[in-house]
């Protein structure tokens, strides 16, 4: 996805699940999951974005804190 000349690559999915109050369950691309620093975004239907996000955290640690229940 490119978002103002930025092209975003697809490392991971979020699956919204009827067992959590708050969050999604995620799956991250096993070569991104330790990645740092890394500039985030959700999109809804492959082309509405929902959020952009900054993390200095690995990335796998940044989406396990969205999927709290």
């Known amino acids: 996805m490119n978002v103002s000349g930025i092209e975003f690559i697809k490392a991971g999915t979020a ?23 890394v500039v985030y975004i959700f999109v809804r239907n492959k082309d509405e974005i929902v ?13 396990n804190m969205y999927s709290s229940n």
């Open 15 to 37: 699956i919204n699940t009827k067992d959590r109050k708050n969050g999604a369950d995620f799956k991250i691309d096993k070569h991104y999951k330790n990645s740092m620093g």
């Open 51 to 63: 959020y952009i996000g900054v993390t200095e955290k690995a990335i796998q640690d940044r989406m």
